[in-house]
């Protein structure tokens, strides 16, 4: 990580305004630098549109797609990419791309 920093116990790298990517129970994982409210915006998803018949082509990559459509996906970039999933969301996904707090969130906490 080229412009990392040590916050705490983790090395974080700077990304958007909000949020930095740092080490994470799972490896990576993407953490609010900001309180924020549920409802809140966190970042909005982005990359490139690929169809259904080329994820499975990315390999270990295949996790970095997300569907936006019925055979759409995003190839995730950072820091999209390295947001977690959780069976206990503290984030959720809005208009197909948009990544909202689903309750508040203290500046450090990870965003899954």
Do not use: W
């Not at 705490?8 to 953490?31: D, N, Q």
């Not at 995730?76 to 969130?105: F, K, Q, T, W």
């Amino acid at each position: 990580m080229a412009d990392g920093r040590r916050v705490g116990s983790r090395i974080v790298e700077a990304t958007l305004p909000g949020v930095v990517v740092g080490e994470s129970h799972t490896g990576r994982g993407v953490f609010t630098r900001l309180a924020l409210a549920a409802g809140d915006s966190i970042l909005d998803f982005h990359g490139r549109a690929i169809g259904l018949e080329t994820v499975p082509r990315k390999g270990d990559r295949r996790f970095d797609a997300l569907q936006i459509g019925p055979d759409l996906y995003l190839d995730l970039e950072p820091p999209c990419r390295y947001v977690n999933h959780s069976c206990d969301p503290n984030a959720g996904i809005r208009d197909g791309v948009r990544l909202i707090a689903l309750r508040d969130l203290r500046p450090g906490e990870e965003i899954l």
